[in-house]
Structures are given as C-alpha cells and as structure tokens.
C-alpha cells in the first residue's frame, strides 16, 4: 500500500471523527476544526456520502447508520457482550443503578452494553464509547490483570489526564492501585472520571487467568457510600462475575 493511499485513509478517518466530535457539521466547519482545506474535506464528504456511510441535511453531514450496523456486528463478535447481557440487566433491577459491561481495545475502555435501574443516573456516556482506563473502575479492574510492560505502553501513549480532582494522574499511585486491585478482585472509581460519581468493577477473567472484560455498577455520590460501596455492592458485583466467567467458559 502506497504512502498516498495511507495518508488519503488516515484523512478520511479523521473526519469521520469529525463529524462525531461535532455531532455534524458544514464543510467550513469541519475543515476549520481538522485544520484541513475545504476542497480535501469536501472530496472525502462526497465520497462518504456515495457510499452512504454520512448523510446531507441542508448543508449538514452527520455520521450515518451505515456504522450502527458495523457497531453491532463488531460488538456480537464478542463472547462476553452475549454472555453477559442477562446479568447486566439482572445487576441493574436488582441495584437500581445504572450497570456496563466493557472490554479494553487498543488501550481503551469500549462500553459493550448498559442497562439501567430504576434509581440510575444520566451520563454522557453510550454503547459504543471509549474512555481511557486510568480513570474508570472498569479500566482499572482490567489493566490490573496486564502485564506491566502492557500497562506501561497506554500509559505512554495517552498519559495520564485528569478528568476530575479526583483522577490518579501519578504512575507510581496507579500502579500502586492496580496491586491492591489484584490482591482484592475489586475496582473503585472515586469520582475518578466524573464528579458526584462512584463506580465499582469486578474483572472478567478467563482459565487463562486474562481479563477479557469487566462489569461493574456507577451511582452518585450519595448513595455508593459506607457499607453499601464498600461491601454489599462488591459482593453482588462479584457474584454476577462468577457467573458470567462460567457461562464464558462453559456455553
């Protein structure tokens, strides 16, 4: 593959990730926010839309739901979205919290599926999104199982960036974090990746002693706190865990 051919795709993909960050824009705006000329952005928009992967309304282009379908069948590839969506449901009702199932993929945290409780809160977050691990339970509860060298090369590729007061931006407290995370099979976010939020992950281990995924259950503040976040949370988390690494190892 040609050099050209390379950077053409690597544009292109660039402003797909475009019209996501700006949930649709003009051509004007797309190239002023890419730093692209408008003639570049225009050819690949044309382009996108012949092949019916971004749609036009008036002088607008958003993503289309060409993607959705590329989502869906890149999420039913994977055992655990399957497996572990009757849990997440059940972890819901029963918590009244809002639960996730994620995977790690490429150094990020990838949401596979949500469900949400009766009392669960409202976030900025989707099927589909992607978070860096530092910050999250669930990330935390699934790089604790890398090893060091794989822990290493996320970290020096993204940093450690704070969301919040609260995010651990210091290597050696993360990794300090990690081991207490191994000894104890259970992941905190405390108001790590949103302020006023508490979350609590178990990984999802397979024979192989590698963590294929994580669950885990977020809720305000208020609630995830003494006996309750430290104890009773944890356990039913841990439960629903262990039956979804024996549905994943023996289904």
């Known amino acids: 593959m040609s050099k050209k051919t390379i950077k053409s795709g690597v544009k292109m ?10 949930e649709g824009a003009r051509i004007t705006e797309l190239a002023d926010h890419l730093d692209m000329t408008k003639a570049t952005v225009h050819h690949h928009l044309s382009t996108l839309e012949q092949e019916e992967y ?25 055992k655990i979205q399957k497996v572990a969506q009757p849990e997440i449901e059940k972890l819901a009702t029963e918590t009244g919290e809002l639960a996730n199932v994620a995977v790690e993929e490429h150094g990020w945290v990838v949401y596979l599926y949500r469900a949400r409780g009766e009392d669960a809160v409202h976030l900025d977050t989707y099927t589909g999104k992607r978070v860096l691990p530092h910050c999250t339970a669930l990330g935390k509860a699934m790089i604790a199982h890398f090893d060091e060298q794989r822990v290493e090369e996320i970290i020096s590729r993204f940093g450690l960036p704070a969301n919040t007061e609260h995010t651990i931006t210091d290597r050696d407290q993360l990794f300090q974090e990690l081991e207490e995370i191994r000894k104890s099979g259970i992941a905190f976010d405390r108001e790590e990746a949103f302020s006023g939020l508490r ?23 208020s609630r995830m706190k003494g006996e309750r976040f430290k104890k009773e949370l944890p356990e039913t988390i841990d439960r629903a865990a262990n039956v979804i690494e024996l549905n994943i190892t023996y289904s």
């Not at 993909?13 to 700006?22: N, P, Q, R, T, V």
């Not at 971004?54 to 994977?78: C, H, I, P, Q, S």
């Open 199 to 221: 979350c609590i992950a178990v990984p999802i281990v397979d024979n192989s002693g590698n963590a294929v995924g994580a669950i885990s259950v977020s809720g305000p503040t």
């Open 54 to 78: 971004v749609v036009k309304e008036n002088k607008t282009y958003y993503t289309g739901l060409r993607f959705l379908e590329l989502g869906e069948r890149a999420r039913d590839r994977l």
């Open 13 to 22: 993909l660039s402003i797909i990730e475009g019209l996501k960050e700006l």
